[in-house]
């Protein structure tokens, strides 16, 4: 958008003509003004007004995954999002490790369509400069080496930056940003990430990129898994998307009460049961120096575990082991199965893998509930920013031969301005229509007072018929 002015055009005339711009250029030539969007502001337009459009539509959102690893990130943010009706997909996946990008290509096969894009490099030498897609969603877990205790201790650094690897990835990431122009930006890192030189860089960047930022820890435990892993969240949008509030982000899972409510049957003489005397000398050897490392020894009754990390299958000295029930000098690591449960991932996404590359997946991953609460959140955000307000109702599986309790799910619906209620786009794939019984539709509630056909906690909304249309006749939702 640009026009020519004569010199008495006032400001108000330029702010009702560039109407939302935050920006202006001004190019003085030959005796002519002209103004102009600014380059960075027409970005910032282009990003928001394509995600509008794609909502309002019901398209797919595209997404960036960078550092894909196994795919536990992506696994989540798509389940929270189709959780809140919104559909998606990978565009472009960046992993330089074939395995875990030919493990997440075959269990995760929800991720991507016949358009995605997956590049087996590092991303520094992904070439940008060939017109690449512009993305909705671009999400990665900048490698933390640098950053973690573990991490800073074992290769002696004295900043995050000056691991020679991973060092300044921070930048090839903040490339990607400025290349494939994302409404939504999603950060996931060790907690020690948010005090390093990289954190207050991307910060400063992405905030003259024109995106505000939100910061957070989110727990495990906090969020219905029995690891206490901690990570850094950041969550950045574009300017011109507003409403979302991460810190009032809320589990959606509950967890077990005790961690022998994750283990397998191992047998008793399986040879997963060791002595691993190397570790309890080294525990000893520890202690005599004050160093203040120990074993972290389980029985099953305990209500949590410290954080497993990539090279769990290594059995190291500090990270949970179970203890033999009848044999106390025996004890075991937790099987990948039982690695996956612990963080609540869900247990395909490690299937057809041995222990060391499952373990090395989810060593390296996010806690699921956590980010998959995240995405339903910011899902949700995103509706009531264009307008809509989302709610789960109660839809029924007419190709079953026979209607009972299982036949009936859960689904987002969205109701409008004018009360109209439709089924979200991504929910409408699944054709499943509303389960309306006397003119009533079960909206899901967990402190509903009523049961619905699926004989889950509810309250009844009055709907009615018009035209083609169903209007929501109460002030339920209003």
């Known amino acids: 958008m640009w026009i020519t002015i004569a010199p008495f055009v006032t400001v108000q005339e330029l702010a009702t003509v560039f109407d939302g711009v935050e920006m202006l250029r001004v190019f003085i030539r030959n005796g002519a003004i ?32 960078l550092f894909h690893g196994g795919g536990v990130l992506d696994k989540a943010i798509h389940a929270g999002f189709h959780k809140a009706g919104i559909a998606s997909a990978i565009s472009v996946a960046v992993e330089m490790e074939g395995k875990y990008l030919d493990s997440s290509l075959a269990n995760n096969p929800e991720l991507w369509n016949e358009d995605s894009i997956v590049i087996e490099s590092p991303i520094q030498a992904v070439n940008l400069s060939k017109r690449p897609p512009q993305v909705d969603v671009l999400m990665g877990g900048i490698p933390c080496t640098g950053a973690s205790k573990s991490g800073r201790s074992k290769n002696k650094l004295e900043f995050a930056e000056s691991h020679e690897a991973a060092g300044a990835m921070f930048f090839n990431f903040l490339q990607f940003v400025e290349a494939l122009n994302p409404a939504v930006v999603l950060i996931e890192n060790v907690p020690e990430y948010q005090n390093t030189a990289s954190m207050e860089v991307i910060r400063s960047v992405l905030s003259s990129l024109g995106y505000s930022l939100q910061e957070r820890i989110l727990d495990g435990n906090e969020f219905g898994v029995i690891e206490r892993r901690k990570r850094l969240c950041v969550v950045a ?8 509030e991460l810190e009032k982000v809320q589990p959606v ?4 009460s005790r961690i022998q409510d994750i283990l397998e049957p191992v047998p008793l003489d399986s040879e997963r049961w060791k002595s691993f005397d190397y570790l309890a000398e080294k525990e000893l050897r520890d202690k005599a120096a004050g160093k203040g490392f120990s074993r972290q020894l389980l029985t099953g009754d305990d209500e949590f575990c410290g954080t497993i990390g990539k090279d769990y299958a290594k059995c190291r000295s500090t990270e949970p082991f179970i203890v033999h029930p009848e044999q106390p000098e025996l004890s075991r690591i937790f099987t990948p199965t039982e690695h996956c449960r612990v ?13 060391t590359i499952a373990h090395q997946i989810l060593g390296q991953s996010v806690v699921f509930p956590a980010f998959e609460a995240l995405a339903l ?13 989302p709610i789960m109702v109660e839809v029924v599986d007419e190709s079953q031969p026979v209607i009972g309790g299982e036949d009936f799910h859960w689904a987002t619906a969205l109701v409008d301005a004018k009360g109209t209620l439709k089924l979200s786009p991504a929910a409408k794939k699944q054709g499943m229509p509303f389960n309306i019984m006397d003119g009533q539709l079960a909206v899901y509630s967990p402190n509903g007072t009523k049961k619905s056909c699926g004989h889950e906690p509810c309250e009844y909304l009055p709907v009615m018929m018009s035209g083609d249309a169903i209007m929501v006749t109460s002030s339920l939702v209003h």
């Open 377 to 389: 959140a910011l899902g949700n955000s995103l509706w009531s920013w264009v307008g809509m307000m």
């Open 237 to 244: 949008l574009s300017h011109g998307i507003d409403g979302f």
């Open 343 to 355: 963080k609540g991932i869900p247990e395909e996404l490690i299937q057809g893998l041995s222990d």
């Open 34 to 65: 002209v103004i102009s969007a600014h380059h960075q502001q027409e970005r910032v337009i282009e990003r928001v007004n394509r995600l509008i459009s794609k909502l309002e539509n019901g398209e797919s959102l595209s997404v960036c995954s």
């Open 253 to 256: 899972r509950t967890n077990e």
